[in-house]
């Protein structure tokens, strides 16, 4: 088991007011599988997503990650785990501009302490993989929207995580290049990976394997694998 | 992280931003400029003040005749009559460390060249004069040893002398009368100009102190001895040695008080040193306060750039970027703009430095002390002003980080 989220609570201090964005939320998601997570906004989508990204901490609850107790670790902690087992695709990209496509690939290496020359080898492996090595030495700004999501989802993959947190990926891309993207999530889901989508859009959620719909901070629909049920 | 890509991406960054980092480098220029700049100004300040007390004679120890009591009432310094020509001969053949022995006497005349005259100071010297007050004939030549020795009546003259008699023409060959005796005038001093006391170093006619003890001051005793140490450390040694040679000579036992005086310049050396490091200090100092006035720039850049970069710093984050990488990243970031001011501040300081000394008529000293430490006083700064910006990207919150637009 990949994901064990057990009791999953997230409350937020407004003013007098508790808040409570999470509310028990209890979650499992297998290796390899292609979760779709579907919600309203203010559904606690995007708090369930921080928290399975290791962005943040939930205010009780366990979630053991690859076996591991990650809800309550440190900043520093949290940091070393989100490189080591998470890939992230945002919706806007988040590339640094002033660098070359290749050198954001590399990032995550280099918080990880590899050197040099390994990094690049692997950066130009997974732009390879994604079909941009020619655009190596681009610079963010030289790429299509398309392309630069391709980027980004090399750098997800760059460092061989446990699971790839796709947040809103199609959100600003045309139709093709939306194409395109589920099209290399899908090969990814296909060669094993973890792939955790959040979307909006139910032709997108359609491509993952397992649909899990968020409400009020819980979930209520978990459809996975051609079998429908209710979990309310 | 890597020390080596904290470096690379500091770097990188101030690249991107190549204005900014150079007005913001241009604090820290000019400031250690200004450091090096004044200190160096100071200290040309000081070596000038030594030079002109070394041009008195350096490492020089003066013996003057005693004040004598007479009935209880102390006459004037160096007016006692113990002290002889032979008192000088003596300490130049037993004591050692002793580069020159120069005794003279003075005594002010009228000096007249036909219809013009000139009221001057006569010193009866010898050879050795001429070194221990580091003077240069101009034309024409010194007083000899043969000239003492035969009491012949030459004259060198100093410059305002020359001019006040002579005009525009060579004395060199014309006669001078001082007290109605004729002297050749054999040579003419370079000019000095003024002391740092404000004394006319040229007003001076120098003539034999045998000529000038016997035929022009009827003299038996001289008035002053000026003796040169072969090294400042020996000074001591060899002003003890003259006292107790002086004393055994002038058969003085020990309670009675001394019948001569041997004073040094150091005690002058050592107030006026003084008095220019301080003149350095407070040069150094005001020039400091804009090197902080420059670490606060730096200060000021780094959070804009902190406020300006926080989704970049989200973004480092969420790919694993931890607290000290991103500390680590900000701090170089500031320090090499420090340090690379602080480089460019140290040719732009000595820059200035040489063009003051050339264009101005100041002397400058560039000495290693404060070009070191205005540099490394200019890298802390940048550590010191670094801290703060570099902490609050440290501390970012991932989530909020991304959000930001």
Known sequence: MTIELKDIKKIYQVGTQQVAALNGIDLNIKKGEFAALMGPSGSGKSTLMNILGCLDRPTEGSYKLDGAEVAHLGDDELAKTRNKKIGFVFQNFNLLSRISALENVALPLVYAGVGYKERHERAHYFLRAVGLDDRAEHQPNELSGGQRQRVAIARALVNDPSIIMADEPTGNLDTKSTREIMNIFMDLHEQGKTVILVTHEPEIAECASRQLLVRDGKITKDVGKGVKMDVV | ?405
């Not at chain 2, 001969?89 to 060249?113: E, F, G, L, R, T």
């Not at chain 2, 030549?141 to 006040?164: K, L, Y």
């Not at chain 2, 004393?247 to 220019?276: C, G, W, Y």
């Not at chain 2, 970027?321 to 090499?336: G, H, N, P, R, Y």
């Open chain 2, 1 to 405: 992280m890597l020390f080596r890509e904290s470096v690379i991406i500091a770097i990188k960054a101030l690249f991107a931003n190549k204005m900014r980092s150079i007005l913001t480098m241009l604090g820290i220029i000019i400031g250690v400029g200004a450091v090096i700049a004044m200190v160096s100004v100071g200290m040309g300040v000081r070596k000038q003040v030594q030079d002109s007390i070394a041009s008195l004679g350096s490492n020089m120890l003066i013996v003057t005749a005693g004040a004598p009591r007479v009935n209880g009432v102390r006459q004037a310094a160096g007016s006692g009559e113990k002290l002889k020509l032979d008192d000088a001969d003596a300490i130049k053949k037993k004591i050692k460390n002793i580069d020159y022995v120069a005794p003279n006497v003075q005594k002010s005349y009228q000096v007249v060249n036909g219809n013009q005259n000139w009221n001057t100071t006569v010193y009866g010297i010898t050879s050795e004069y001429m070194m221990i007050r580091s003077l240069t004939v101009k034309s024409g030549s010194f007083i000899t040893t043969n000239d003492m020795n035969t009491r012949n009546r030459v004259a060198v003259i100093g410059a305002t002398v020359a001019s006040n008699l002579f005009g525009e023409s060579n004395p060199v060959g014309k006669n001078i009368r001082i007290n109605n005796d004729p002297y050749k005038v054999i040579g003419v001093l370079a000019s000095k100009g003024q002391s740092s006391m404000g004394q006319d170093q040229d007003d001076c006619v120098l003539i034999p102190i045998t000529t000038a003890m016997e035929r022009l001051m009827a003299l038996t005793s001289i008035r002053t001895i000026n003796i040169q140490v072969s090294s400042a450390d020996k000074i001591d040694m060899v002003q003890e040695q003259v006292e107790t040679l002086l004393r055994q000579r002038h058969r003085i036992k020990k309670p009675a008080d001394d019948d001569f005086e041997v004073r040094n310049l150091t005690s002058i050396m050592e107030t006026m040193t003084n008095t220019t490091t301080m003149i350095t200090l407070l040069l150094g100092s005001i020039a400091a306060i804009s090197l902080l006035v420059g670490g606060i720039g730096i200060m000021n850049i780094m959070m804009v750039s902190v406020t300006e970069r926080t989704r970049e710093i989200g973004i480092r984050k969420a790919l694993g970027a931890t607290f000290k990488d991103i500390m680590l990243q900000f701090l170089i970031e500031s320090i090499v703009v420090s340090v690379i001011g602080g480089v460019i501040g140290i040719g732009v300081g000595c820059g200035a430095a040489m063009a003051i000394s050339q264009v101005g008529s100041f002397t400058t000293v560039i000495t290693i002390e404060p070009i070191l430490l205005s540099f490394l006083f200019s890298v802390g700064i940048g550590l010191f002003f670094g801290i703060y910006p570099a902490r609050k990207a440290a501390k970012l919150d991932p989530i909020e980080a991304l959000r930001y637009e």
